[in-house]
């Protein structure tokens, strides 16, 4: 039912992008372009990893769990759904038969399905829990205006209809409203789980979750959730950092943190180039998913273990901070 009422909204939805296609300028698409990759796979790894370490580990791990989730969960609604994008071919007839006679001209392509879009449904998550955790009010206004600009990129490019982007902005109030609804009761009972239990958990879950839609789209962000999970019980049995509250030091933190994240970030990618060809097939899955998870688990334990040695933090033996899995 769902499928057949979203499927109506298409000639209405692609009316309105070619209009938003009429305020396109050069300086408006760098524009777009730059913000879609801030609501993006690189722009969130770099929001989640930069709390974890520069501001609020605790929060920093919260928001990982809250936001990867979210993303999986958008994926699955995108599958239940399966609305073609707008520069697919099969909307053709339905566009004809509405009598819209322009066609799009769209600034980047995505393969999956179109609603709800993960852009929206992932920001809202990420930084509105950025911002309620904060609780500072230009954060909560700047975080307020950065979703509103990533929901309207992915319509600028023309990669999604305004009822994908509607979508996804109220599915991720909604994922937001029932994380911290669940954190209070869920967080404490696993942290007071076993070793052995926290770890199982943090690889099995994800694992298990992957497993129901294993895709590019998936394995991304699982993988990331796998390697984070066994990196923050790692840290909290073994390193249990703390961070010294001055800005110079945060500074050197940040610096030092992307500077590798990013180098391992490139480089894994690079080495995966050649898998490209055998998109969607198991090695290249299972290859996907070990290297995002190498990227969580560097996020997470090894570059917090490398702030030690250069003196930008320091083991707390006596941290009572329990890691979650």
């Not at 923050?232 to 001055?246: K, Q, S």
Request: charged share 15%.
């Amino acid at each position: 039912m769902l499928h057949a009422w979203l499927w109506k909204w298409i000639p209405w939805g692609y009316g309105v992008l070619l209009h938003v296609e009429t305020w396109r300028t050069h300086r408006l698409d760098v524009f777009f372009n730059l913000i879609t990759t801030v609501g993006g796979e690189l722009g969130v790894l770099l929001l989640l990893s930069l709390t974890y370490w520069c501001f609020n580990k605790a929060v920093g791990q919260k928001l990982a769990y809250a936001y990867l989730t979210a993303l999986v969960f958008n994926m699955w609604v995108k599958v239940l759904c399966f609305i073609p994008r707008p520069d697919n071919p099969q909307i053709e007839p339905l566009l004809r038969r509405a009598g819209i006679g322009g066609r799009l001209h769209p600034l980047a392509h995505e393969a999956s399905p179109s609603f709800p879009s993960g852009h929206a449904q992932g920001s809202t998550v990420g930084w509105g829990y950025a911002a309620l955790a904060s609780r500072r009010r230009w954060v909560q206004g700047v975080a307020v205006v950065l979703v509103l600009l990533i929901a309207l990129s992915r319509m600028y490019l023309g990669v999604h209809y305004p009822q994908d982007v509607i979508g996804g902005l109220l599915l991720g109030v909604l994922n937001l409203l029932l994380w911290l609804w669940a954190e209070p009761y869920v967080l404490p009972r696993l942290a007071q789980l076993s070793r052995g239990r926290r770890y199982a958990l943090a690889i099995l879950v994800p694992l298990g979750m992957f497993l129901v839609y294993p895709v590019d789209a998936t394995a991304s962000p699982l993988g990331v959730l796998l390697g984070a999970g066994v990196g923050y019980v790692l840290e909290g049995e073994t390193l249990r950092f703390t961070c010294p509250n001055d800005w110079g030091i945060r500074f050197g933190r940040g610096a030092v943190g992307l500077a590798v994240l990013l180098t391992m970030f490139f480089g894994l990618h690079r080495l995966a180039a050649p898998l490209a060809a055998y998109a969607n097939t198991p090695p290249e899955l299972g290859a996907r998913l070990l290297r995002y998870a190498v990227i969580g688990f560097s996020a997470t334990w090894i570059i917090p273990w490398l702030f030690v040695p250069l003196r930008l933090a320091h083991r707390d033996s006596d941290s009572a901070t329990a890691s979650t899995p």
